[in-house]
């Protein structure tokens, strides 16, 4: 295994600790937060890796249909974006980085990371591939769908990816990867990937694996701990948040770790935004089931050691499940989108009568079947129902509302009755009501998702470096 050390600065550090940063929480995420993570792992010395996390379901998704497209992509369209600016210094002082932003085309994210050093005039990196989660080509047909929920019986699969873990990652490290390049994993196997190979910790050390995945969940929504996702002015201020940092972890071999940010960035790590990201997309603190191990976060302590310093003790762990998450996507058809924009005097009473009149107009054209959601954005939109209604009588302060959006949503099986819902928006321009303009209308097709789990035997993973 190369080290992963930075040999090139002369801050010295203890081989006991591996800071881990992260430089992307998803995939339309800023492409200089990399940047100054990567300058304070260079400044500390020791050593670090860093990972990018730009993977969502539905970004999954969609890249399998671009590849379908076209065989050359299918990966993170903005690989390049991200990576650019970090790579020559990452290369130069021992950094290795761990992405999943191989999405649906690992190997065409390598050989794009290939032709991008070649490019920066950097001598070409040792490039590993992680494969082996992408379903549709490892199972049959009729094994994959034994498996799928009852209602998916006759569904168009688009993708179907299990979440691997970090053992291929760890492997690829310890052979000398200078990035490793995945599809799907589990988020926080990025960084304990790292972990087990810069420390050497068995597979079943329960403990440590738990301790390094609740490192890494804490790392994979980027600012998020940072006080991204924390801020409510006047309740919970962040300083300089349009110069939020990004998070950096300290682990030591025994698994306690610090979660802090790189240097002379805006945000805040302290424990309440440690707390809220610890909790985030936990169902059960108990049983934080990842790939790796269940994780138990119960009991954590988290402790405030100074400013942007937050200590993270008591994670437990136990054996890792017997069968691997997947995610399915499937075409689901069409959704219509249409806005129309009223200001000015009783505007949400013009809001609320135009948008009678489209669910009136859908029922006059023979399309009352259709699953219709009507918001008036900035009066009635988060807190109404999925049909449109809204959940009180109007009273004299809300059709005093001066600026009000109304939008009309529609899911449908054709282009063609999307089309149709659209085209009453478009309508209401002189069919009334009074005032509407700024009318934009949309017709996407529509991909939805549903999990099930797979035996771990019938997955075959492996890793392998690009030529």
């Known amino acids: 295994m190369r080290p992963m050390v930075n040999p090139h600065t002369t801050t010295s550090s203890s081989s006991d600790v591996l800071r881990i940063g992260c430089g992307a929480g998803f ?24 990972i990018f996390e730009t993977l969502a379901e539905r970004t999954l998704a969609l890249a399998q249909l ?18 650019a600016p970090i790579l020559g210094d990452c290369v130069r002082h021992g950094i290795p980085v761990i992405g999943n932003f191989g999405a649906a085309n690992p190997r065409g994210a390598a050989e794009c990371l290939q032709r991008l050093a070649s490019r920066l005039g950097l001598p070409a990196p040792r490039i590993a591939v992680v494969e082996g989660d992408d379903l549709l080509s490892g199972l049959d047909n009729a094994r994959l769908r034994g498996l799928l929920p009852t209602h998916l019986a006759g ?46 910790w068995a597979e079943d050390d329960w403990d ?70 610890l909790l985030y997309e936990i169902h059960d603190p108990a049983q934080y089931v990842t790939p790796d191990v269940i994780a138990d976060i119960s009991e954590v302590e988290v402790r405030r050691l100074r400013a942007d310093r937050v200590e993270v003790v008591g994670v437990r762990g136990h054996p890792l499940p017997q069968t691997l998450k997947a995610t399915v996507c499937f075409d689901a058809g069409w959704l219509a989108e249409g806005e129309i924009s009223y200001a000015g005097a009783n505007a949400a009473g013009r809001g609320r009568l135009a948008g009678g009149i489209v669910r009136d107009r859908l029922r006059q054209v023979g399309l009352r079947h259709l699953p219709v959601r009507i ?16 959940p009180a009588p109007f009273t004299d302060d809300v059709l005093a509302v001066h600026d009000i959006r109304l939008r009309v949503a529609a899911s449908t099986s054709s282009r063609t009755d999307a089309e149709a819902v659209t085209r009453e928006v478009m309508a209401l321009y002189t069919c ?24 771990r035997d019938w997955i075959r993973t492996g890793w392998s470096f690009v030529p």
Request: hydrophobic letters at 40%; aromatic letters at 6%.
């Open 27 to 50: 995939s339309g995420d800023r492409w200089d937060a990399a940047i100054p993570v990567v300058g304070t792992l260079v400044a500390q010395g020791g050593p670090s890796a860093l």
């Open 66 to 83: 671009q590849r379908r497209n076209d065989p050359a992509t299918g990966f993170e369209p903005m690989l390049e974006r991200f990576v």
């Open 155 to 200: 569904k168009a699969l688009v993708s179907a990816n299990a979440y691997l873990g970090a053992v291929e990652i760890a492997q690829a490290l310890k052979a000398g990867a200078q990035i490793v390049v995945t599809g799907r994993v589990a988020d926080p196997s990025l960084a304990l990937g790292p972990m087990l190979a810069h420390f050497g």
């Open 208 to 277: 440590r694996l738990a301790c390094g995945t609740i490192a890494g969940h804490l790392l994979e929504c980027g600012a998020q701990v940072c006080g991204g996702y924390f801020a409510d002015p006047g309740v919970k201020d962040v300083p300089q948040l349009e110069r939020v940092g990004f998070p950096i972890v300290e682990m030591r071999a025994d698994g306690r770790f610090t979660v802090t940010k790189a240097r002379g960035t805006g945000g805040c790590v302290d424990t309440r935004t440690v707390k809220e990201q």
């Open 375 to 390: 918001d008036l954005i900035g009066q009635s939109s988060v807190f109404a129902d999925d049909a449109g209604l809204w």
């Open 432 to 455: 009334g009501p009074a005032g509407g303009g700024g009318v934009r209308t949309q017709v996407t097709s529509r991909l939805s998702s549903d999990s099930c789990h797979v035996p």
